[in-house]
């Protein structure tokens, strides 16, 4: 299913600038990135719709300033001191 997206300005443009594909390409992208600032779409949806790979987008996301992750300072503080498993351990006396 394909969406379409109608954007009014209240000054007039000129025509064949926007039809200019680098400038229609950015339109999308802008778009893209501000769904996923907000949530509203996922990562691995946002990198298909704009025909890229998942760490091409992470750079567009960086550059655009909006985290990969969004974690509270507890969930943060939760991830970084559970437990590790067996495997994988820094002290994994097995090797």
């Known amino acids: ?6 954007l009014e300005f209240s000054v007039d443009l000129p025509e ?8 229609l390409q ?9 769904l ?18 998942r760490y091409s987008l992470f750079d567009l996301m960086k550059k655009n300033e909006i985290p ?3 974690l509270t300072d507890e969930e943060l503080k939760q991830e970084l001191y559970r437990p590790l498993g067996r495997e994988g351990s820094i002290n994994d006396d097995s090797r």
Not at 16 to 23: M, N, Y
Not at 36 to 53: F, N
């Open 1 to 6: 299913m394909s969406s379409q997206v109608v």
């Open 16 to 23: 064949e600038g926007l039809q200019d594909p680098e400038v």
């Open 26 to 34: 950015k339109g999308r992208t802008a778009v893209i990135l501000e």
């Open 36 to 53: 996923l600032r907000k949530g509203s779409i996922s990562q691995g949806r946002a990198a298909e719709v704009l025909a890229i790979d």
């Open 68 to 70: 990969a992750i969004e």
